[in-house]
């Protein structure tokens, strides 16, 4: 069992940029694709994007695709980076990281991920 933990958020600007951190522990990213999600009150929890696997690119979803970038720590096979540029108040959310097999890679289906941390909230005002 990995255990995922986010940090990074806080209150911005809209127009601001942020960068959230995932370290895991107990079982490192080599061996699976981590990627992000975020939930909004009220609202279910929303893809927001995956690393890419083998030779396919990150996939994002389409309200985030240009602004949000996904990576990994070259150094560190521990470490996923959420880099989000231009927010927007509707980016207003509970920012959550996880993990999927790569055989799954291409589903944007929360049931298709696992071992969820707690969440790092992000809040985007004008």
């Known amino acids: 069992q990995v255990r995922l933990v986010e940090s990074g958020g806080g209150f911005v600007q809209a127009g601001d940029s942020v960068r959230l951190s995932c370290v895991a522990s107990?079982?490192?990213?080599?061996?699976?694709?981590p990627g992000w999600f975020r939930q909004a009150p009220g609202k279910e929890r929303e893809f927001v994007a995956v690393?890419?696997?083998?030779?396919?690119?990150?996939?994002y979803a389409d309200s985030v695709k240009g602004r949000f970038t996904i990576s990994r720590d070259d150094a560190n096979d521990t470490v996923v980076y959420l880099q989000m540029n231009n927010l927007r108040n509707e980016d207003t959310a509970l920012y959550y990281c996880?993990?999927?097999?790569?055989?799954?890679?291409?589903?944007?289906?929360?049931?298709?991920?696992?071992?969820w941390g707690q969440g790092t909230q992000v809040t985007v005002s004008s």
């Open positions: 107990g079982r490192i990213f080599s061996d699976s694709l």
């Open positions: 690393v890419g696997w083998r030779d396919a690119s990150p996939l």
């Open positions: 996880s993990t999927t097999s790569s055989s799954k890679f291409g589903s944007q289906s929360a049931r298709e991920f696992d071992s």
